[in-house]
């Protein structure tokens, strides 16, 4: 089996996507399956050609991931079932919901046509099939997987610090983790604090409050660190405050990296919070939520991890070799069901 997997993806632009489908590649091909990644810049008529002919192989499969942060404003890759045999095309859609409503239009070919598609949450897939409700293809949810490696020396140094860890962009409830550090201040705690992410744009509203406040609040920046750097500063670090303003869910890479290397994570919860995150997490609304949270995890007064045993069952559902096998079924099961129908 020969599996393509399709993006735009620039690997200085720090794109979860793209390594979310790195890492998903190299599973797969310790399972014994072919994978190769087809990046470019972007999308165009003649990408369509030169991904149809990779049909003319037996087994093989063009596997979309969509969105990136590179995929400009094209909209050819909603045009991929009109040239790709729908047993052999396959779509994980990371964020469905942002799309605007041209984009969710373009993929109309999809709804009508039939097509093998992945959802990483189940939130993402309900609100697909609300959307595109005469859908009638797969519509599979695979949860997604620790870009972080573990590293060697888990627990070396491991200390009092709080972080906040992704990318450094509006609507991620930075703000949040920077007010929490003001009334940590006011309360005489000098607890060590860092924001540890990756930095586009030094002059967003977000970028730039973080530059004004981090001298005043003595928050320490970590910015477009190596995958073993960052592993190093999350094996470090013993509180994760990630404020997200529609609250954590199964699609925020960020929190599953601080839960797989031992942080205790502090977050909102809402409707989109799975019950395994809402277990294992520690809820807060507001920064004096957050506050009084960390206040106990450091006298003792909390656990580490409220559910330690569901923590430690889910995380095993999410090592990558149970991903790819999820996705190796999935191939499988399609390409059997092609060649029962001739």
């Not at 393509?4 to 790195?22: I, R």
């Not at 091909?29 to 030169?50: C, F, H, Q, Y």
């Not at 590293?151 to 990318?167: E, N, P």
């Not at 294992?280 to 009084?292: G, I, K, L």
Request: proline share 5%; charged share 20%; hydrophobic share 40%.
């Amino acid at each position: 089996m020969n599996i393509v997997f399709s993006l735009s993806y620039d690997p200085k632009s720090h794109c979860g996507v793209g390594d979310y489908t790195e890492k998903l590649a190299e599973a797969l091909g310790t399972l014994g399956v072919r994978a190769e990644i087809d990046r470019k810049p972007n999308w165009s008529i003649r990408r369509l050609g030169s991904l149809r002919r990779v049909f003319t192989e037996e087994d093989s499969i063009v596997h979309l991931q969509y969105p990136t942060l590179n995929m400009g404003s094209s909209l050819t890759p909603a045009m991929l079932p009109l040239v790709c045999p729908k047993s052999r095309l396959f779509t994980t859609f990371h964020e469905f919901h942002v799309f605007n409503p041209l984009r969710r239009l373009a993929f109309l070919s999809k709804a009508i046509v039939g097509s093998n598609l992945i959802f990483t949450n189940e939130n993402e897939r309900r609100y697909f099939q609300r959307f595109f409700a005469t859908y009638r293809g797969t519509a599979s949810v695979i949860s997604i997987g620790n870009n972080i490696p573990d590293g060697v020396q888990q627990q070396k140094r491991r200390r009092d610090r709080m972080i906040y860890f992704g990318q450094i962009y509006e609507y991620k409830g930075i703000e949040d983790f920077i007010d929490t550090v003001r009334l940590l201040r006011a309360q005489n705690n000098n607890l060590p604090c860092a924001i540890i992410g990756a930095l586009g744009n030094a002059n967003t509203p977000i970028a730039k409050l973080i530059l004004k406040m981090a001298g005043t609040l003595d928050i320490e920046l970590k910015f477009n660190l190596s995958t073993e750097a960052v592993a190093d500063e999350l094996n470090t670090s013993n509180i994760a405050l990630l404020p997200f303003p529609d609250g954590i869910s199964d699609k925020r890479g960020s929190a599953l990296a601080c839960l797989e290397h031992g942080l205790t994570v502090i977050s909102k919860h809402s409707n989109k919070t799975p019950s395994w995150l809402a277990q294992t997490t520690y809820s807060m609304t507001q920064p004096a939520d957050a506050v009084s949270t960390i206040n106990a995890l450091l006298n003792g007064s909390y656990p580490a991890c409220p559910a330690p045993e569901v923590l430690s069952a889910e995380l095993v559902k999410r090592k990558w070799p149970n991903i790819a096998k999820q996705h190796l079924d999935l191939y499988e099961a399609s390409l059997r069901k092609a060649r029962a129908h001739g």
